[in-house]
């Protein structure tokens, strides 16, 4: 009842000055009853805020909290399992080029056994053929030295013939022929 009067005594003063009256928040006969609707709004939204908008603003942060301490927990496990990770990557990297180089070493002494065997084999080859070369030449240089003998003797008696005139015997001329040959 009381907001009802200070509407009418507004209105009755508003219609006594022909509508030319003072403007309400300003009017001192509607100060109590405005100081009493401030009053009980802001304890009105005093009690709305602390018992709905805190608690759910509240809630929202917590929520929010939990969920980055979450993300946080997370992103240290999966930091983790990739560190472990890179380190198991990095030791398979590490047999892999130590089994790369040993298999690269069987391979190179295998070739090296294989070119040193197949050398010898060369060389074995090369050793028969050379003996027997060397065999053939000391044949052909006996056959020529024994045929050096004869070649000589018959230069011999052919140049006494030209340039003597005679005929020589032909055991002189060996005798002759081996005379020079020491």
Known sequence: MFITEAMAAGAEAAGENGGGGAFPPFD??????QLFW???TFGFFLWFMSKVIVPRIGNILETRQDRIAQDLDKARELRDEADASIAAYEQ??????????????KARDKANAEASAEREKVEADLSEKLAAAEA?????????M???GGIAEETASEIYTQLIGGTVTKADLAKA???SGK
């Open 28 to 33: 001192s006969s509607t100060f109590a009853s």
């Open 38 to 40: 401030l009053a009980i």
């Open 92 to 105: 398979e990297l590490a047999e892999a080029k130590s089994k790369a180089n040993e298999i690269g070493q």
């Open 136 to 144: 053939r030449i000391a044949e052909i240089r006996e056959k020529a």
């Open 146 to 148: 024994s045929e050096v």
């Open 177 to 179: 022929v081996a005379a």
